[in-house]
């Protein structure tokens, strides 16, 4: 789902619901929070909610609400639960979140180790979501600003997911687009770590995950989560044999930084020095090897060597 009614999404799991009226308490002291509503006919667009003003002289806002129920991960079916299924199409539950997002994040979730058992006792769940088609009057201009600038919103959606995380019945922090699952601890640690290098919290926004390939010894490492920062994900096949997993995250998460500073600049058929002291060559994807479906940057090495048989058309 691309960026349209809303422009980013994080959801904080909880251990048990939830008041709007406690949320709005843990918020106001750092945040001024406007139009309490504890109502709600339609849980999958909308639970009891409030919103927060950002950049409010483009119809920008933040809305909070409380779903109470778990994160729906299968986002419904169209004959089952229209309803659902509507709500996700329509990008309700943030852009860029498909199908299994959580199930994954918990899978590849490096940095949190606890996060298969935190996410299955989860009950309930708070979106906070960016939005600029509040109080649009001219319905044809653009959804999203002329000046719209990804980062700052993604800075913002997580530094109130933090302040929501000290609430009892927090358990952690989920960004559905980027597959990324971290405690309150990990939050900190990133957020200041920002305010101290400006080094950016990417690990809180785009995972890097690793997958064994049919292939003996090869794998697939990817990132998941660029395109809320407007830049493509990229993915990495290689002989573990011969190159360091271990560099080649690096090498996946410096470029997703070089992407996030400058913007889509790596075209096709460009090369760079990678891993393994040898230069590798990007080919532009339009749907990479694993999901969830979206355009990704595919890394290859020029050293000459043959690459198995199904791998050979990327």
Same mark, same amino acid.
Request: proline content about 7%; charged content about 25%.
């Given at each position: 789902?691309?960026?349209?009614?809303f422009?980013q999404?994080?959801?904080?799991?909880l251990?048990?619901?939830?008041s709007?009226?406690?949320?709005?308490e843990?918020?106001?002291q750092k &945040?001024?929070?406007m139009?309490v509503?504890? /109502?709600?006919?339609? +849980? =999958? @667009?909308?639970?009891?909610?409030?919103? %927060?003003?950002?950049?409010?002289?483009?119809?920008?806002?933040?809305?909070?609400?409380i779903?109470?129920?778990?994160?729906?991960?299968?986002?419904?079916?169209?004959?089952?639960e229209?309803?659902?299924?509507?709500?996700?199409?329509?990008g309700?539950?943030?852009?860029?979140? &498909?199908?299994?997002?959580?199930?994954?994040? /918990?899978?590849?979730? +490096? =940095? @949190?180790?606890?996060a298969?058992?935190t %996410?299955?006792?989860?009950?309930?769940c708070i979106?906070?979501r960016?939005t600029y088609?509040a109080?649009?009057v001219?319905?044809?201009?653009?959804?999203?600003?002329e000046?719209?600038?990804?980062?700052?919103e993604?800075?913002q959606?997580?530094?109130?997911?933090?302040?929501?995380?000290?609430?009892?019945?927090?358990?952690c922090?989920?960004n559905?687009?980027?597959?990324?699952?971290?405690?309150?601890?990990l939050i900190?640690?990133?957020?200041?770590?920002?305010?101290?290098?400006?080094?950016?919290?990417?690990e809180?926004?785009?995972?890097?995950r690793?997958?064994?390939?049919?292939?003996?010894?090869?794998?697939?490492?990817?990132?998941?989560?660029?395109?809320?920062?407007?830049?493509?994900?990229?993915?990495?096949?290689f002989?573990?044999?011969?190159?360091?997993p271990?560099?080649?995250?690096?090498?996946?998460?410096?470029i997703?930084?070089?992407l996030?500073?400058?913007?889509?600049?790596?075209?096709?058929?460009?090369?760079?020095?990678?891993?393994g002291?040898?230069?590798?060559?990007v080919?532009?994807?339009?749907?990479?090897l694993?999901?969830?479906?979206?355009?990704?940057l595919?890394?290859?090495?020029?050293d000459?060597?043959?690459?198995?048989?199904?791998?050979l058309?990327?």
């Open positions: 789902m691309a960026k349209g009614l422009a999404g994080v959801t904080v799991l251990s048990e619901s939830v709007i009226h406690k949320i709005k843990a918020l106001e &945040y001024d929070v139009n509503n504890k /109502s709600s006919e339609k +849980w =999958e @667009f909308s639970g009891p909610s409030c919103m %927060i003003a950002y950049r409010p002289e483009v119809h920008g806002f933040i809305t909070i609400d779903i109470d129920r778990s994160w729906p991960d299968h986002m419904g079916d169209p004959k089952e229209p309803m659902l299924f509507g709500a996700w199409t329509m309700h539950f943030g852009p860029h979140t &498909y199908p299994g997002n959580l199930e994954r994040a /918990s899978l590849q979730a +490096w =940095e @949190f180790p606890d298969k058992a %996410i299955d006792s989860h009950v309930a979106r906070i960016v088609a109080g649009r001219d319905e044809e201009a653009p959804i999203l600003p000046d719209y600038d990804s980062f700052p993604l800075l959606v997580t530094a109130i997911a933090r302040e929501l995380l000290r609430l009892p019945e927090a358990i922090y989920f559905p687009g980027g597959e990324t699952l971290a405690s309150d601890d900190d640690e990133l957020l200041e770590r920002y305010e101290e290098t400006n080094l950016a919290p990417m809180l926004w785009s995972n890097i690793m997958f064994n390939l049919p292939q003996e010894n090869w794998l697939l490492m990817d990132t998941v989560g660029m395109q809320q920062l407007d830049v493509q994900d990229q993915e990495i096949v002989d573990r044999n011969l190159y360091d271990n560099e080649a995250a690096d090498f996946l998460r410096n997703a930084n070089y996030m500073q400058n913007g889509p600049v790596i075209e096709d058929g460009d090369t760079i020095d990678g891993i002291g040898v230069n590798w060559q080919s532009i994807s339009d749907d990479g694993s999901q969830p479906p979206r355009e990704v595919h890394w290859s090495a020029l000459g060597k043959e690459r198995p048989e199904g791998l058309q990327q």
